[in-house]
T-cell receptor
Framework: GAGVSQSPSNKVTEKGKDVELRCDPI?????LYWYRQSLGQGLEFLIY????????KSGLPSDRFSAERTGGSVSTLTIQRTQQEDSAVYLC????????????FGSGTRLTVV | TQLLEQSPQFLSIQEGENLTVYCNSS?????LQWYRQEPGEGPVLLVT???GGEVKKLKRLTFQFGDARKDSSLHITAAQPGDTGLYLC???????????WGLGTSLAVNP
């Protein structure tokens, strides 16, 4: 597609439930990133996929968080047993080859855990 | 750990004023990117600077990359309400894998 698409745009869930967030990157972009942005906080790196390489999971805050990228395209970020502190905007970005060429971000998924 | 500091954190000005925001690193970096983020949207890439001393212009926005490759500035001339947003800088530390992000400058331009 023309841009990075994320769904849903908003998600309200009860504490303890699992949620799945989806990201459709720009076609042909080999790099895909997930970030979390809380009010007044910077962009918190979560995970990075590059082609067929093993993902860089160094930013995942706990084992409740996981992500996969199928066929080198669509990615899903899963949060299990959600907690209130998981409330944030989750941003996905893709890049042609890596960091040097800049990222194209989606509009994000606003997650609220009640 | 490489730190990236942006200043000021907040800036509120009147339409027509000029402003400069800064991005400083604790060490040398290979390239720097500036992004603008509007409420409810993801950041949008404005420019990438790669050469020490480089100056790039984008309409009323002027971006400078320091000679020592440790700092950058963004100058906006005759600011307009449409310039309102969060300005983020990010650096490629050299491995072309992940960017390191500053916390941003939140700019409000009042009509």
């Amino acid at each position: 597609g023309a841009g990075v698409s994320q769904s849903p745009s908003n998600k309200v869930t009860e504490k303890g439930k699992d949620v799945e967030l989806r990201c459709d990157p720009i076609s042909g972009h080999t790099a895909l990133y997930w970030y979390r942005q809380s009010l007044g906080q910077g962009l918190e790196f979560l995970i990075y996929f590059q082609g067929n390489s093993a993902p860089d999971k160094s930013g995942l805050p706990s084992d409740r968080f996981s992500a996969e990228r199928t066929g080198g395209s669509v990615s899903t970020l899963t949060i299990q047993r959600t907690q209130q502190e998981d409330s944030a905007v989750y941003l996905c970005a893709s890049s042609l080859t890596g960091a040097a060429y800049g990222y194209t971000f989606g509009s994000g998924t606003r997650l609220t855990v009640v | 750990t490489q730190l990236l500091e942006q200043s000021p954190q907040f800036l509120s000005i009147q339409e027509g004023e000029n402003l400069t925001v800064y991005c400083n690193s604790s060490s040398v970096f290979s390239s720097l990117q500036w992004y603008r983020q509007e409420p409810g949207e993801g950041p949008v890439l404005l420019v990438t600077v790669v050469t020490g001393g480089e100056v790039k212009k984008l309409k009323r926005l002027t971006f400078q990359f320091g000679d020592a490759r440790k700092d950058s500035s963004l100058h906006i001339t005759a600011a307009q309400p449409g310039d309102t947003g969060l300005y983020l800088c990010a650096i490629n530390a050299g491995n072309n894998r992940k960017l390191i992000w500053g916390l941003g400058t939140s700019l409000a331009v009042n009509p």
